[in-house]
């Protein structure tokens, strides 16, 4: 074989071995996402892939490390999503921000597995896989917070707001809404239109409640009285 044989055969084996380790992805995917990590079996992952046991292994070391290369994409893949329709840095009112969050919600009402199986991570932990997802967790939680804190941001606050705190406050109130319908999709089987609607609702109520209050003006005034 010439030099020039060998470098076009090079890529062919390249382009099959990642077709090769790109089903077995898919495969662990489906069944880890139906069966969690404990339930899931290698045997139905080689046989939905269409390989051997011998294959899956020459591909990753052992079922732990199968489960870290399906974590890792469904991070990616929830990453490339949102890369699709970044957030505009002049246009964020409470139209955008709710938008923004309904992308995470969409995502997951059409990759269940996806959804599943961080949700199955963040629920149990499984070393190094805990590790790993606590990290793209809070890299993932630091990104969904540019759209609040880019409103905050050009919002007159209050004095004496902790900024800071507002943003937590909220995010925390978000994330608890989000999985909230999410989980009514998968386990209570709402249909997803509806829990979008809901969710949609309580997302747009809780950012009217954090920039208002819940006090009317004169019961604000009666209460800072009776403090003084």
């Known amino acids: 074989m010439t030099g020039a044989q060998s470098r076009e055969v090079e890529p062919q084996q ?10 077995i992805i898919e495969a662990a995917l489906q069944e880890f996402g139906e ?20 294959l899956l292994y020459h ?18 893949d929830l990453e490339k999503d949102f890369a699709k329709e970044p957030l505009k840095n002049g246009n964020v009112d409470i139209n955008a921000l709710s938008q923004f969050y309904r992308r995470q919600a969409n995502f997951f009402s059409s990759h269940p597995n996806h959804y599943r199986i961080l949700s199955y991570i963040l629920g149990n ?22 759209a609040l804190r880019l409103f905050l941001s050009r919002s007159a606050i209050r004095p ?16 608890s809404i989000l999985s909230k319908y999410i989980h009514a999709v998968y386990q209570q089987h709402m249909s997803i239109d509806l829990a979008m609607e809901m969710m949609e609702r309580d997302l747009r ?20 009285e009776n403090e003084l």
């Open 205 to 224: 109520a809780s950012v009217d409640i954090m920039l208002n209050g819940i006090l009317q003006k004169e019961e604000k005034e009666r209460h800072y």
């Open 125 to 146: 932990p499984c070393e190094p896989v805990e590790s790993y997802i606590s990290e793209k967790r809070k890299e993932y939680k630091d990104e969904a917070s540019i």
């Open 59 to 76: 591909y990753f070391k052992s079922k732990e490390n199968l489960f870290l290369a399906v974590c890792s994409k469904c991070v990616e």
């Open 14 to 23: 390249e382009n099959k071995s990642n077709d090769s380790r790109s089903k």
């Open 160 to 175: 004496g707001v902790d900024k800071e705190m507002a943003l937590e406050l909220t995010l925390e109130i978000i994330d």
């Open 35 to 54: 069966h969690g990590y404990d339930g899931a079996s290698t045997n139905q992952i080689c046989q939905a892939a269409g390989i051997s046991k011998g």
